[in-house]
């Protein structure tokens, strides 16, 4: 599996961007970049994922750097809701890779009001 | 409709108890997992199911831990003769089909082992 480095926490004021990087420089070229979310007494939930190009949905932007070594996960306006513990997890396309998801420490965000 | 439920969602056993977790995946979703999470770490991997295949228990953390998939839907984890180093998180995971397809998890069962 690649492994992957996160800082351990960031803190954010309400309303303003958070980016939060993610180095993963031995991902393979057929892994998907997957980012998850784990608010506090909850599962984990899916926040967006990409391969190459930098993507976009409603709740999050992930721009993928060009050798795919990084890429970042921008909460364009955080709010307290956003507070939780942020995973970026490369997954595996090959079926004999077992698809889990290989969670590793996470970055928790901190949104002051 | 409705999400990953699991049952249930708090369980205090007495060290040496036998204990059945129960997972109940979104409707028609082929592939199961189940994680452990101990407190302050983000969740591993324990096992995983196609349909009623279980196609990888590499993360079983020994062979007190056992889980069924029967019919291809609800799955149970077993854990027999509970040991504190058992207290945990155990969260469930269910997948439509592909691999690079979100994972949607359950709340999870809080289990401590006294």
């Known amino acids: 599996d690649a492994k992957t480095t996160q800082p351990n926490s960031m803190e954010s004021n309400e309303e303003e961007p958070v980016h939060l990087p993610c180095n993963h420089s031995?991902?393979?070229?057929?892994?998907?970049i997957h980012w998850y979310r784990q608010l506090p007494s909850q599962g984990p939930e899916y926040v967006i994922h990409g391969l190459t190009s930098n993507v976009n949905n409603r709740m999050a932007s992930l721009a993928i750097a060009e050798d795919r070594k990084s890429s970042t996960l921008i909460l364009h306006r955080a709010t307290l809701r956003d507070a939780a513990v942020y995973y970026c997890?490369?997954?595996?396309?090959?079926?004999?890779?077992?698809?889990?998801?290989?969670f590793g420490g996470g970055t928790r965000v901190l949104v002051k009001p | 409709g409705a999400g990953v439920s699991q049952s249930p969602r708090y369980k205090v056993a007495k060290r040496g108890q036998d204990v059945a977790l129960r997972c109940d995946p979104i409707s028609g979703h082929v592939s199961l997992f189940w994680y452990q999470q101990a407190l302050g770490q983000g969740p591993e991997f324990l096992t995983y199911f196609q349909n009623e295949a279980q196609l990888d228990k590499s993360g079983l953390p020994s062979d007190r831990f056992f889980a069924e998939r029967p019919e291809g839907s609800v799955s149970t984890l077993k854990i027999q003769r509970t040991q504190q180093e058992d207290s945990a998180v155990y969260l469930c995971?269910?997948?439509?089909?592909?691999?690079?397809?979100?994972?949607?998890f359950g709340p999870g069962t809080r289990l401590l082992v006294l």
């Open positions: 031995t991902i393979s070229g057929t892994d998907y």
């Open positions: 997890i490369p997954v595996s396309t090959i079926k004999a890779a077992g698809n889990k998801l290989t």
């Open positions: 995971a269910s997948r439509h089909s592909r691999a690079r397809e979100t994972q949607y």
